[in-house]
């Protein structure tokens, strides 16, 4: 079995993630992509967007994402009353945590579906519209 990493992992945002890009949101934005690129390769993209756009987080073991003020018990040590939590790993560390605004929370849903658009245009009707439906407070 000579299959590259790329061929096993299916990833929108791919890597290496440029730690040092001066242009990332708070030089954390691997943590977003990380998030996006997980739910991407389990085959929830577009659950975890429907999930998001309507403000409600998604999570699954390793990969993590809550609005303020949703709790479910995970977030011990973590209450936070604006904006959306992202975390990688399990447990996550601090340095795999970040909470961003919902503004920069939907910047990196914009980007994510343009990046999947590109290998799903099947799939164009149903991001517009999932899109359509994304509001800032």
């Not at 939907?106 to 799903?120: Q, S, T």
Request: aromatic content about 16%.
């Amino acid at each position: 079995m000579n299959e590259s990493f790329d061929e096993l992992n299916h990833l929108l945002f791919g890597l290496p993630y440029n730690y040092e890009d001066k242009n990332n949101y708070d030089h954390h934005d691997w943590v977003i992509k990380t998030y996006f690129d997980r739910m991407y390769n389990d085959h929830r993209f577009l659950d975890v967007v429907d999930h998001i756009v309507h403000k409600r987080g998604y999570s699954t073991d390793g990969a993590y994402c809550h609005f303020a003020c949703e709790y479910d018990g995970f977030l011990d040590d973590m209450i936070f009353k604006e904006g959306v939590f992202f975390a990688i790993g399990y447990p996550p560390e601090k340095e795999d945590e970040i909470v961003v605004s919902e503004e920069t929370c939907f910047h990196y849903v914009r980007l994510a579906c343009e990046k999947y658009l590109k290998v799903h245009p099947e799939d164009l009707a149903s991001v517009s519209n999932l899109l359509s439906k994304m509001q800032m407070s």
